[in-house]
Antibody, heavy 120, light 107 residues
Framework: EVQLVESGGGLVQPGGALRLSCSAA????????MYWVRQAPGKGLEYVST????????YYADSVKGRFTISRDNSKNTLYLQMSSLRAEDTAVYYC?????????????WGQGTLVTVSS | DIQMTQSPSSVSASVGDRVTITCRAS??????LAWYQQKPGKAPKFLIY???SLQSGVPSRFSGSGSGTDFTLTISSLQPEDFAIYYC?????????FGQGTRLEIK
């Protein structure tokens, strides 16, 4: 059974930093592209970032480019999102998401999400 | 960026009804489209990919169609567990984008 478990969310002041982690199990993590998708309270889904299976390629939404860094440790089956220069508009539930495969850009499994609140 | 627009934004229906939700892309995306279902406080659930392919384990009352810019999600006979928010997503190119969601409510 595929499991994705996020951690690291919490309350942070504007301008602060936070690192999210996602522990993966139940599939061969090292062979799948992974994503972060977020959802502001009461709002829709927003794509955040992508990392290829080997970590060699990354992509970011314009809204987070230059502030967020996605990475992965395939030896630990763990995905990360380093967030810095946080803004109020970054407040959201952050989901770790697995790609269905073969560069499909479809999201077949989602974690339960971790809430990031940016506020003074 | 490709904009995805869903209609309606909300719909009320009864158990047993047939419901159709529409998603329109701002430019052609072939069949690179997915649908997700989200219930309150839960992560989205993957329903349909490639516009019309049903993900394993999803009930057959869900179906998808369309290509190019216009797509539909149809639920043939609503069940109580189907009341949720539905999102479309384009999988054609980065940045990946979602529709704003359609809330399916009980009448």
């Amino acid at each position: 059974e595929v499991q994705l478990v996020e951690s690291g969310g919490g309350l942070v002041q504007p301008g602060g930093a936070l690192r999210l982690s996602c522990s993966a199990a139940g599939f061969t993590f090292s062979t799948y592209t992974m994503y972060w998708v977020r959802q502001a309270p009461g709002k829709g889904l927003e794509y955040v970032s992508t990392i290829s299976s080997d970590g060699g390629s990354t992509y970011y939404a314009d809204s987070v480019k230059g502030r967020f860094t996605i990475s992965r440790d395939n030896s630990k089956n763990t995905l990360y999102l380093q967030m810095s220069s946080l803004r109020a508009e970054d407040t959201a539930v952050y989901y770790c998401v697995k790609e269905k495969g073969s560069g499909s850009y479809y999201f077949d499994y989602w974690g339960q999400g971790t809430l990031v609140t940016v506020s003074s | 960026d490709i904009q995805m627009t869903q209609s309606p934004s909300s719909v009320s229906a009864s158990v047993g009804d047939r419901v159709t939700i529409t998603c329109r892309a701002s430019q052609g995306i072939s069949s690179w489209l997915a649908w997700y279902q989200q219930k309150p406080g839960k992560a989205p659930k993957f329903l349909i990919y490639a516009a019309s392919s049903l993900q394993s384990g999803v009930p057959s009352r869900f179906s998808g169609s369309g290509s190019g810019t216009d797509f539909t999600l149809t639920i043939s006979s609503l069940q109580p567990e189907d009341f949720a928010i539905y999102y479309c997503q384009q999988a054609n190119s980065f940045p990946i984008t979602f529709g704003q969601g359609t809330r399916l409510e009980i009448k």
